[in-house]
């Protein structure tokens, strides 16, 4: 199911020729993610420097803190698909603003008083993750319905291509922040963000549809009773009636649902088994990266942000390279072509020294991030238009549960190994992996055809 297509006069859509540069509504939607990715990136940089300049943690700290942005996913991410499903997407990316807003202020006000904590910066990622695995679902979910089919292609490469530039400028002023002010100053700067993106969010006409919904009935393991109201209604939501056995129960079977369509698809399950094989490595590294920066080459906290910055050039590359690389090559082979050329660069990161050779660092960054920005805007237009809308967050959720739950995984396996062999050898490890991790395309259905399908068979 699509969403239908809105006339020009009431979403501010212009002709083809400007493209979704005269959508009002979508350019709040840009203007906030892009605003909120900013901040992001500038902590990326400043919460692992806080933790190693502030607090003075251990590379298996700091592994730690990496890994527990990320353990959400393993936690909430299936029941938060139910949930997206079920719920306005608006305001639930509003209220998951606010809340992150409030954690990272926390951070800045804690230093200030001299109680800042490895407990407290823990229990922010935490928190942050948290917010993260609702708002990034609720986030994919919503774009179909904010936009035509024909145009998800142009809003995805529009907002990981401003993505990626967010990153490219994030890492360097979270370094400059952290140089001028001490790193709890990006955290701060970081909240600010999650503001403009709610009052972005807030300014959007946009209302979904109003779509009926199948809920199983009490005690189904599959589909049942169609509920009578719309997405989000109190009238139709699952198990009611019925008490929270039941509604346990309908939570249980809608997972199912969701993780059955994912499971029994051969090109969602070969994406998501790659996915996760790719981000255990590439999160293994890059969880250690600015620890292998400052401690193995001993490059200072403004040169880091800088370093990462340049490293984060590749994505904007790689937004602008999806479309004509599967306009050209063909969506399939185009999404292979990415993976394959990309990864093998990572190989140069455990060969970076002090002086000219931090530039295999920076090299290694911006092919890798060519690869997976532009494979990124493949898959995610790929998996909104062919999954089936009902089912579209839980498949989301599922996919990114198999994903993101590696990155936890992998950010820890890195902290044992960076403590047990050294910062090195970990890298040569995981680099390693990133590349292996390529097969999983090849033996799935991917590689035999030029273009992913536009249905499922």
Same mark, same amino acid.
């Given at each position: 199911?699509?969403?239908?297509?809105?006339?020009? *006069?009431?979403?501010?859509?212009?002709?083809?020729?400007?493209?979704?540069?005269?959508?009002?509504?979508?350019?709040?939607?840009?203007?906030?993610?892009?605003? &909120?990715?900013?901040?992001?990136?500038?902590?990326?940089?400043?919460?692992?420097?806080?933790?190693?300049?502030?607090?003075?943690?251990?590379?298996?700290?700091?592994? /730690?803190?990496?890994?527990?942005?990320?353990?959400?996913?393993?936690?909430?991410?299936?029941?938060?698909?139910?949930?997206?499903?079920?719920?306005?997407?608006?305001?639930?990316?509003?209220? @998951?603003?606010?809340?992150? /807003?409030?954690?990272?202020?926390?951070?800045?006000?804690?230093?200030?008083?001299?109680?800042?904590?490895?407990?407290?910066?823990?229990?922010?990622?935490?928190?942050?993750?948290?917010?993260?695995?609702?708002?990034?679902? $609720?986030?994919?979910?919503?774009?179909?319905?904010?936009?035509?089919?024909?145009?998800?292609?142009?809003? +995805?490469?529009? =907002?990981?291509?401003? !993505?990626?530039?967010?990153?490219?400028?994030?890492?360097?002023?979270?370094?400059?922040?952290?140089?001028?002010?001490?790193?709890?100053?990006? =955290?701060?700067?970081?909240?600010?963000?999650? /503001?403009?993106?709610?009052?972005?969010?807030?300014?959007?006409?946009?209302?979904?549809?109003?779509?009926?919904?199948?809920?199983?009935? &009490?005690?189904?393991?599959?589909? *049942?009773?169609?509920?009578?109201?719309?997405?989000?209604?109190?009238? *139709?939501?699952?198990?009611?009636?019925?008490?929270?056995?039941?509604?346990?129960?309908?939570?249980?079977? !809608?997972?199912?649902?969701?993780?059955?369509?994912?499971?029994?698809?051969?090109?969602?399950? &070969?994406?998501?088994?790659?996915?996760?094989?790719? +981000?255990?490595?590439?999160?293994?590294?890059?969880?250690?990266?600015?620890?292998?920066?400052?401690?193995? +080459?001993?490059?200072?906290?403004?040169?880091?942000?800088?370093?990462?910055?340049?490293?984060?050039?590749?994505?904007?590359?790689?937004?602008?390279?999806?479309?004509?690389?599967?306009?050209?090559?063909?969506?399939?082979?185009?999404?292979?072509? @990415?993976?394959? @050329?990309?990864?093998?660069?990572?190989?140069?990161?455990?060969? $970076?020294?002090?002086?000219?050779?931090?530039?295999?660092?920076?090299?290694?960054?911006?092919?890798?991030?060519?690869?997976?920005?532009?494979?990124?805007?493949?898959?995610?237009?790929?998996?909104?238009?062919?999954?089936?809308?009902? =089912?579209?967050?839980?498949?989301?959720?599922?996919?990114?549960?198999?994903?993101?739950?590696?990155?936890?995984?992998?950010?820890?396996?890195?902290?044992?190994?960076?403590?047990?062999?050294?910062?090195?050898?970990?890298?040569?490890?995981?680099?390693?992996?990133?590349?292996?991790?390529?097969?999983?395309? /090849?033996?799935?259905?991917?590689?035999?055809?030029?273009? =992913?399908?536009?249905?499922?068979?």
């Amino acid at each position: 199911m699509t969403a239908p297509a809105t006339e020009a *006069g009431q979403d501010g859509r212009g002709g083809r020729r400007t493209g979704l540069l005269r959508h009002r509504d979508f350019r709040l939607f840009w203007l906030g993610q892009t605003t &909120s990715q900013f901040g992001s990136a500038i902590t990326t940089v400043a919460l692992p420097l806080v933790a190693v300049g502030v607090l003075n943690a251990s590379t298996l700290h700091v592994a /730690l803190l990496h890994a527990a942005a990320w353990l959400p996913w393993l936690l909430l991410g299936l029941p938060a698909g139910v949930w997206v499903d079920r719920l306005p997407r608006r305001p639930l990316m509003i209220a @998951c603003n606010v809340t992150a /807003l409030v954690l990272f202020v926390s951070v800045p006000v804690a230093a200030g008083a001299g109680a800042l904590t490895l407990g407290h910066l823990l229990t922010v990622a935490l928190l942050a993750g948290a917010t993260a695995v609702f708002f990034d679902t $609720a986030y994919q979910v919503y774009l179909p319905s904010l936009l035509r089919p024909d145009e998800l292609p142009e809003g +995805n490469a529009k =907002l990981h291509g401003s !993505e990626a530039a967010a990153q490219v400028a994030g890492p360097g002023v979270g370094g400059l922040l952290a140089q001028l002010f001490g790193a709890v100053s990006g =955290l701060f700067a970081d909240a600010v963000t999650f /503001l403009i993106s709610a009052v972005c969010l807030i300014a959007v006409r946009h209302r979904e549809p109003a779509v009926a919904r199948q809920y199983p009935a &009490s005690g189904a393991t599959g589909s *049942g009773a169609t509920g009578s109201g719309p997405t989000g209604s109190a009238s *139709g939501a699952p198990g009611s009636g019925s008490g929270a056995a039941g509604s346990r129960r309908a939570l249980r079977a !809608e997972i199912g649902d969701g993780l059955r369509f994912l499971a029994g698809d051969p090109y969602l399950r &070969s994406l998501a088994a790659f996915g996760a094989a790719a +981000n255990l490595a590439l999160t293994g590294y890059q969880s250690l990266l600015i620890v292998f920066l400052v401690r193995e +080459n001993g490059v200072a906290a403004g040169a880091v942000g800088g370093i990462v910055a340049l490293m984060s050039c590749g994505g904007l590359l790689g937004a602008f390279l999806a479309t004509p690389v599967a306009r050209r090559f063909g969506t399939a082979r185009g999404l292979l072509l @990415c993976q394959l @050329c990309a990864a093998p660069f990572a190989l140069l990161i455990p060969l $970076a020294a002090p002086g000219p050779r931090l530039a295999l660092v920076v090299l290694a960054g911006v092919a890798v991030g060519t690869g997976v920005v532009a494979a990124n805007i493949i898959k995610d237009s790929f998996r909104q238009t062919y999954t089936p809308r009902p =089912l579209l967050g839980r498949v989301i959720a599922g996919m990114q549960l198999v994903n993101y739950g590696a990155i936890p995984l992998g950010a820890l396996l890195a902290g044992l190994l960076g403590t047990a062999l050294g910062l090195r050898p970990t890298l040569w490890i995981m680099t390693g992996g990133l590349v292996l991790s390529t097969g999983i395309l /090849l033996t799935g259905p991917i590689s035999r055809h030029r273009d =992913l399908p536009a249905h499922p068979a």
